[in-house]
């Protein structure tokens, strides 16, 4: 059974005693250890006036401490408002301020950054401040360590239950705001049961690659190593948080959280840990393989390299197979909007359909609908605008009544992702509506040309940008980045497009890049950075 809120999974979290929940660098914290963090440092928010509704900040990278936020600030019934770690000063106002947080949490790196605007942040009562060297001297401000302690000491805290608080599946529980790949992040604003729907989703996804073989999952084994995941991506989007840290809670599973993404020290720390499940972003799917150290480690403990949240060339799963032979592949498709899950492909199903990122989960329903009227619903192999529901939907983005009306409508998310579905129910995402060119009335899916390119042994990364054009309206080129000691030039890679695809698409310039291609946190490429190279430049004639 779903539990009906956060607070439900804490309290369910405390049998699995003094197991491993959180290892960074050297720390490790047990689950009865995180529990008795998670019960004091809610009884001080609810001393400190926190009540239920009221916006909590988490401003942190991927530290034990954000995970105690999180969970401490849902126990109470506070509406946990992760920001960017990302963002910039001024960015981070912008969400202090839009969300109306009254307490943040943050780490000093963060706090540095924020302390000049904090008096533009009027509802904001309480900092909390981690990992801080200094004193500090200031009556709104605190250092989270003189409240918990250190994250070692966490399991010498008072054995208390957590502070009374009445929480329903219907109470509002997040707000997370979306990678801002095509414009400013939007809050979206989340349910207890919105949130919680996708431990389903991510178990079922799991379960799925049995029953569609015709097998029953297997029972869970007591004397099974425990599921241990490698926790690379922030915390402060919903694949990390939804999709990684609360199915890991829930299943009494580890999080090995890193610094800072970097390949080495991943295969050192799935080594050091036995990690059974990586990925994340497809990124970090392909510098796990790519990455020619891999050979010096033993990874064999990987049961599974999954990843979502960004198109994946289909060739992602036939190298996973070479690379990791022991371990399942898997990808699924979600959004903020969404609360992480909704599809998801895995194991044979995804070897068959390398370019599906897999049906819907059970409780959720797609469908793919005329994106010029957003009502005439599309028959199966027809491309359109992909619509999603399901009790994981979020209700609305917050403070944003228009944008809001625009994609939640009768229940449905209305996503922005050109899609298809095959007969058996399978998607298959296009592109993104606002990145499809038009080129002479000639659409081009950006995805399709870029994962022509990825097919190409010199290729490293690659985006398909638009460039005005006076009378096509726009025309595709390539940004790329080679390999190292990767060999190949203009000429030679518009030819690889032309034998594959058709000549309309076929790039009319490829630009090399000198490094790879700018990135949001969620491992997105910025293609409003690369068009800014055409936007000081003429129209094509
Ligand atoms: P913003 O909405 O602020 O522009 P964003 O859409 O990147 O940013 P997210 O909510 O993190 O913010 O990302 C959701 C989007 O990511 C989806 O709409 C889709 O375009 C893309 N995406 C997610 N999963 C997949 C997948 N498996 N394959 C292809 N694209 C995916
Ligand atoms: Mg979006």
């Not at 936020?69 to 770690?85: E, K, Q, R």
């Not at 032309?498 to 490429?525: C, H, M, Q, S, Y």
Request: charge should be negative; proline fraction near 8%.
């Amino acid at each position: 059974n779903l539990p009906p809120s956060l607070r439900a999974v804490v309290e369910m979290s405390r049998a699995q005693g003094e197991k491993i929940f959180l290892v960074y660098e050297d720390e490790r914290v047990s689950f009865e250890a995180f529990y008795r963090a998670v019960s004091a440092f809610g009884r001080e928010l609810q001393a400190q006036g926190v009540q239920k509704g009221d916006r909590v900040a988490i401003i942190m990278r991927n530290l034990p401490e954000w995970v105690l936020a999180f969970y401490a600030a849902a126990s109470i019934g506070a509406v946990v408002t992760p920001l960017n770690a990302w963002w910039t000063g001024p960015e981070l106002e912008y969400g202090l301020v839009d969300s109306g947080a009254k307490i943040a949490v943050v780490d000093a790196e963060r706090y540095e950054r924020i302390v000049e605007h904090l008096h533009n942040c009027p509802d904001l009562q309480r900092i909390y401040v981690s990992r801080e060297e200094d004193e500090i001297a200031h009556p709104l401000i605190a250092k989270l360590e003189q409240v918990v302690g250190e994250p070692a000491a966490w399991g010498a805290l008072p054995d208390q239950p957590l502070p009374p608080a009445d929480i329903g599946p219907d109470d509002d529980a997040t707000i997370f705001y979306t990678s801002g790949t095509t414009g400013k992040p939007k809050g979206a604003l989340a349910t207890q049961r919105a949130v919680n729907s996708n431990i389903f989703t991510a178990m079922a996804a799991g379960a799925r690659v049995f029953l569609r073989r015709g097998e029953m999952p297997p029972a869970p084994d007591p004397a099974a190593p425990q599921r241990t995941g490698l926790l690379s991506i922030p915390l402060f989007h919903v694949t990390g948080c939804f999709a990684s840290l609360n199915p890991t809670f829930f299943n009494g599973g580890k999080i090995v959280m890193m610094r800072k993404w970097d390949p080495i020290r991943a295969f050192e720390l799935i080594e050091r840990e036995r990690v059974t499940l990586a990925g994340g972003v497809p990124t970090i799917a392909w510098q796990l393989i790519e990455h020619p150290a891999r050979v010096n480690y033993d990874l064999s403990s990987l049961e599974g390299v999954s990843f979502g949240g960004a198109p994946a060339a289909p060739e992602l799963v036939r190298r996973i197979r070479e690379a990791f032979p022991n371990s399942i592949p898997g990808q699924g498709w979600g959004m903020t909007e969404t609360c992480a899950t909704v599809t998801s492909n895995g194991g044979e199903d995804y070897i068959n359909r390398p370019d599906s990122c897999g049906p819907a989960a059970a409780v959720a329903e797609l469908q793919i609908r005329d994106p010029a009227d957003g009502v005439t619903v599309l028959p199966a192999g027809e491309v359109g605008e992909l619509w999603s529901k399901g009790p994981m939907n979020a209700k609305c983005y917050w403070n944003k009544p228009e944008a809001s009306a625009e994609t939640f409508v009768d229940g449905w998310v209305r996503t922005g992702d050109l899609a298809r579905l095959d007969e058996e129910g399978f998607c298959f995402i296009i592109d993104r509506a606002k990145d499809m060119l038009i080129r002479g009335g000639e659409n081009i899916y950006c995805v399709e040309v870029e994962n022509c390119l990825y097919d190409h042994p010199a290729i490293m990364d690659a985006a398909i940008v638009g460039r005005p054009h006076r009378t096509l309206g726009e025309e595709p080129v390539a940004v790329v980045t080679l390999k190292p000691g990767g060999d190949a030039d203009e000429a030679e890679l518009r030819a690889w497009v032309a034998e594959r695809l058709a000549a309309f698409k076929v790039p009319v310039e490829v630009r090399f890049w000198p490094e790879t291609l700018p990135r949001n946190a969620n491992g997105k490429i910025l293609k409003s950075e690369l068009k800014k190279l055409f936007a000081q430049e003429p129209a094509t004639a």
